[in-house]
Structures are given as structure tokens and as C-alpha cells.
């Protein structure tokens, strides 16, 4: 079975500043695909970033980018120029053949000013 | 349009009662699901439909049934639940079919049991 470790449950990063959320998955599929998705405070969850197993380069998304290591199986997530805005909840996730969405625990995000 | 739309937002229910959920989206999505999430965990998958049909069941007992009665809509009823079943109730739409077809997420239903 598939599964998704999160091993952050909280983040803090300044303003401006970058940070990097982890995410470690388990799997013995070789097709899959990976996502990073934000829940905001009573906000509804939106898609971050994805990635697909098979391309080596990683996926980039304006100040979003993910480290993707396939043979250690770790998709991390690094945020630039981190904005009040991007406090959340962030959950790692993970779609394989059965096609359903596993997620982490995930991590929450606060931002300083 | 790129929205799911949920009603209500939010629902408090006795043990007895009977109630439902809507979801609705007009983004051509045939594939639709129902997740349960609770405080600060994520959410667990409870139902997918695929072209109206009921795909996937993850052993949800039967006191929630869930309902497709066109391709825009989902409905998920409710009957003699218990105080554990308080949750927010997640609907998500998605094209079917390609493994890293985005899954648009509703609002949320934050359901209370008394």
C-alpha cells in the first residue's frame, strides 16, 4: 500500500524568506503523480503544484518549485519569497494506478510579518 | 467557471434527523467525490463517482448514502449519525480518467452531530 509521511506538523518562516516543506512517499509503482495542495483557514483546498513521476525536471510554479527525488522518494515543496498569503496548511499527496488521492498529515504554514 | 460549489455551509444535526449535502460544478468534471476531514488531519476519501456511477465505496457505513443524479451534481444524504461523524464534508470534481487530473475541492460542509 501506498503511503505519504509528512514529518513537519508545523513551519514557521519570515516574510521574503524561503522556506522547504517535506515530504517523503512510499510506493512500488513506477507510474504516479504527485501534488502539493494548500488549505487556507476556512478556505477551500487548492492544487499548489504538481509532478509527475516519470520527468526528471522539476515542476515550478512562479515562487513554488519541488525538489522531486525519485529514488529516495522525496517530493519536497520550497516556497520563495514567502507572502502572508501563503499561510496554510499544505498537504503532500499522492495518486497512483487505483487513481484515488492519498494525502500526509500535513504541514501548517505560518508566516511572520 | 472553475468552482464547486457546497451547501450548506453549515449544518447542525440531532441523531435522528435526516438532512442532505449538495455539491455542485459546471466545469464538465465527470468524476466527483465525497471527503470527510477532520481537525487538523487531512481527508479521507469516502465515495468517488465516475459518469454517475458509484466507482468506489471506502467502506462507509450506510447511515451516509451518497447520491449522482446528473453529471453536475452530488448529493450526500444523511441519516441517524453519530456525535464521531461531526466533520468538514469535502466535495471535489475532476476530469476522469488521467492520473494527474486536478481535483477542484469545494468549500466544505462543517457538519456538527448533537
Known amino acids: 500500500a501506498q503511503t505519504v509521511t509528512q514529518s513537519q506538523p508545523e513551519m514557521s518562516v519570515q516574510e521574503a524568506e524561503t522556506v522547504t516543506l517535506s515530504c517523503t512517499y512510499d510506493t512500488s509503482e513506477s507510474d504516479y503523480y504527485l501534488f502539493w495542495y494548500k488549505q487556507p483557514p476556512s478556505r477551500q483546498m487548492i492544487l499548489v503544484i504538481r509532478q509527475e513521476a516519470y520527468k526528471q525536471q522539476n515542476a515550478t510554479e512562479n515562487r513554488f518549485s519541488v525538489n522531486f527525488q525519485k529514488a529516495a522518494k522525496s517530493f519536497s515543496l520550497k516556497i520563495s519569497d514567502s507572502q502572508l498569503g501563503d499561510a496554510a496548511m499544505y498537504f503532500c499527496a499522492y495518486r497512483g494506478s487505483q487513481g484515488n488521492l492519498i494525502f500526509g498529515k500535513g504541514t501548517k504554514l505560518s508566516v511572520k510579518p | ?114
Open chain 2, 1 to 114: 467557471d472553475t468552482e464547486v460549489t457546497q451547501t450548506p455551509k453549515h449544518l447542525v444535526m440531532g441523531m435522528t434527523n435526516k438532512k442532505s449535502l449538495k455539491c455542485e460544478q459546471h466545469m464538465g468534471h465527470r468524476a466527483m467525490y465525497w471527503y470527510k476531514q477532520k481537525a487538523k488531519k487531512p481527508p479521507e476519501l469516502m465515495f468517488v463517482y465516475s459518469y454517475e456511477k458509484l466507482s468506489i465505496n471506502e467502506s462507509v457505513p450506510s447511515r451516509f448514502s451518497p447520491e449522482c443524479p446528473n453529471s453536475s451534481l452530488l448529493n450526500l444524504h444523511l441519516h441517524a449519525l453519530q456525535p464521531e461523524d461531526s466533520a468538514l464534508y469535502l466535495c471535489a470534481s475532476s476530469h476522469p480518467g488521467r492520473l494527474n487530473n486536478e481535483q477542484f475541492f469545494g468549500p466544505g460542509t462543517r457538519l456538527t452531530v448533537l
